[in-house]
C-alpha cells in the first residue's frame, strides 16, 4: 500500500518540551495510517551543561516525541543531533525491515564552517526499496543574508556525501525532503503592508515578495524543489507566549521561516505538472509523491516560531516487501519452553557472529529497548541449514504483547519482525509466615 509521510519543522527557541504534542502530532484526528514521521527541531537548548546531560541521557524533546509515539506502534529508526539542530524519523515497527541503509551526516555552516548553531543534519535510507533523504536545516537570518542562505545551502548539499550507497550526495537519492527554518525573509513590503496583508487574509500578495519563491527562478541548486502553496499565516516572528507577531523594539516582520520542500530525482522528463507550485508530482523516476496538508500550528506558544507540518502520501512503482530475515514464533508463550523461535536468511543477506533477535513488549521506542535477548550465533554446523533455532531461555517478566526484532550488527538495524504474540507468564508468590502471623496478630 502507499506510505503516509509526515513531516514537522520547528524552531523551539531552546525552550522545553510542551506538556501536550498530541495536535502537531496528528494523533487526536489521525487514523493510524501514518507510517513515518519525520520531525525536525532547531534551536534545541544546547547549553554546555544541557548538551553534557543530553550525552548522558536521551533529550527531553526525543524522549517526549518517543513517549508519545511509542505507544502507537512508532519506533525510533534514527536519530541526529548538531548542537541546536536535531532530526528524528519514526516508522511502524512493522516497517523497519524495510528500511535499510540507514545513514546521518551532518555540517557546520555556522561561523565559516566551525561552529554548528547553522548547518544541515540528514539521514537517507532505502525505503522499499527507493533511496530517500530527509535533510533538516538552519540557515543564517536577517532580511539582507538571502544570498548567503543559497551558499550555505549549495555548501551542505556539497559536503555531504554517504557511503558505499548508489545515492551519494543529497541530490543523488530519489526523493529528497528538505525543511527546517530556512530563515527567508518578505522583500520590498514595509511592516503595515505585511501585517494588512496578513489580517485581511490576502497571503498571495507576501508570497510574491518571499526570498524563496523568488530565488526558484534563479537559482540553479533549486531546480526541482517543490512546495505546497502557504495557505497559512508567517510563522514568525511571535512574542512567545502569545501569537502576536513581534511588538519588541526590534519589530521583526513577518515572514515564512520555516519550510518544506521536496525534490524528486529527475531521470527522464518530467510529466506535465500541476502548476509550478502545484503539490502532485510523479516523474518517470518512479515515485508518485502527493501533499495532503501544509499547515502551521498557532496552539503553540513556547516559541518565538510556530511549528510546521506536512503530511505527504508516497506512491511507489514496486516494492521491497520481503525482508532479510524472516522469524517464526508461536503465537503464546506460557512456559520457558516456549521461549524459542526459529529465523531463516534471504540468500543476499551477510550475517555476523554480533547479530541478536531482541525481545520487545509492544510499544517499544528504539532498537535498544528490550526485555531480553539472545545471540543469533552461526555455528559451522548451522552453514547450510536453511532454517535456524534459537532460545531465549526464560520468560519476561509480565504478561503482554511481545515481538521478536532480529538486529544486523552490519547493517545498524532490525532487518526481521515477527507479528505481536502473548506471553502469559504465571507467577506464584508466598507471603513470609512472619508477615502473615503478624497481620493477623
Not at 125 to 141: D, Y
Not at 306 to 311: D, E, F, G, T
Amino acid at each position: 500500500r502507499d506510505l503516509v509521510v509526515h513531516i514537522i519543522t520547528w524552531n523551539v527557541g531552546s525552550a522545553t518540551p510542551p506538556d501536550d504534542i498530541t495536535s502537531l502530532l496528528g494523533l487526536n484526528v489521525g487514523d493510524g495510517n501514518t507510517d513515518m514521521y519525520i520531525i525536525g527541531l532547531q534551536e534545541v537548548n544546547s547549553m554546555i551543561n544541557k548538551r553534557l546531560k543530553d550525552v548522558l541521557f536521551t533529550d527531553q524533546w526525543s524522549d517526549v516525541c518517543m513517549e508519545r509515539l511509542s505507544p502507537f506502534g512508532y519506533v525510533l529508526v534514527t536519530s541526529q543531533r548538531m548542537q541546536g539542530l536535531l532530526l528524528l524519523i519514526f516508522a511502524k515497527y512493522f516497517h523497519l525491515p524495510f528500511l535499510r541503509g540507514v545513514q546521518t551526516e551532518t555540517t557546520r555552516t555556522g561561523l565559516g564552517g566551525y561552529w554548528g548553531n547553522k548547518g544541515g543534519i540528514s539521514a537517507r535510507m532505502s525505503v522499499f526499496g527507493h533511496s530517500v533523504c530527509f535533510l533538516n536545516c538552519h540557515l543564517p537570518a536577517h532580511m539582507e543574508n538571502s544570498d548567503q542562505r543559497m551558499e550555505d545551502f549549495e555548501s551542505i548539499l556539497q559536503q555531504q556525501q554517504f557511503e558505499g550507497q548508489a545515492a551519494v550526495g543529497v541530490l543523488d537519492h530519489d526523493l529528497v525532503f528538505w525543511f527546517g527554518d530556512l530563515n527567508f525573509r518578505i522583500e520590498d513590503l514595509d511592516m503595515q503592508v505585511v501585517k494588512s496583508a496578513i489580517d485581511n487574509n490576502k497571503l498571495s500578495i507576501l508570497w510574491e515578495k518571499d526570498q524563496l519563491n523568488l530565488a526558484k527562478d534563479s537559482e540553479t541548486v533549486l531546480e526541482g524543489f517543490q512546495e505546497g502553496p502557504l495557505k497559512f499565516p508567517p510563522t514568525y516572528k511571535f512574542d512567545v507566549g502569545t501569537d502576536t507577531y513581534d511588538t519588541s523594539g526590534k519589530k521583526r516582520k513577518p515572514a515564512w521561516t520555516d519550510r518544506i520542500l521536496w525534490r524528486q530525482r529527475a531521470t527522464a522528463p518530467a510529466a506535465p505538472s500541476v502548476g509550478k507550485r502545484g503539490s502532485i508530482s510523479g516523474l518517470t523516476s518512479g515515485i508518485k509523491v502527493m501533499q495532503h496538508s501544509y499547515r502551521s500550528h498557532m496552539e503553540y506558544i513556547i516559541s518565538d516560531h510556530k511549528p510546521v507540518s506536512s503530511i505527504f502520501t508516497l506512491q511507489f512503482p514496486y516494492r521491497v516487501d520481503v525482508p532479510l530475515v524472516t522469524i517464526i514464533v508461536e503465537d503464546e508463550w506460557n512456559s520457558i519452553e516456549d521461549a524459542k523461535a526459529a529465523f531463516k536468511l534471504a540468500p543476499n543477506y551477510s550475517r555476523s557472529s554480533w547479530d541478536w533477535i531482541g525481545l520487545y513488549k509492544v510499544g517499544f521506542k528504539h532498537h535498544k529497548d528490550y526485555v531480553g535477548y539472545v545471540w543469533a550465533k552461526q555455528e559451522e554446523s548451522d552453514f547450510y541449514r536453511q532454517e535456524h533455532q534459537v532460545s531465549l531461555g526464560e520468560l519476561p517478566k509480565s504478561s503482554g504483547d511481545f515481538i521478536l526484532g532480529y538486529y544486523s550488527n552490519n547493517m545498524s538495524s532490525i532487518v526481521g519482525v515477527t507479528e505481536p504474540f502473548q506471553v502469559i507468564t504465571a507467577r506464584i508468590f508466598f507471603l513470609d509466615l512472619t508477615i502473615m502471623k503478624s497481620f493477623y496478630s
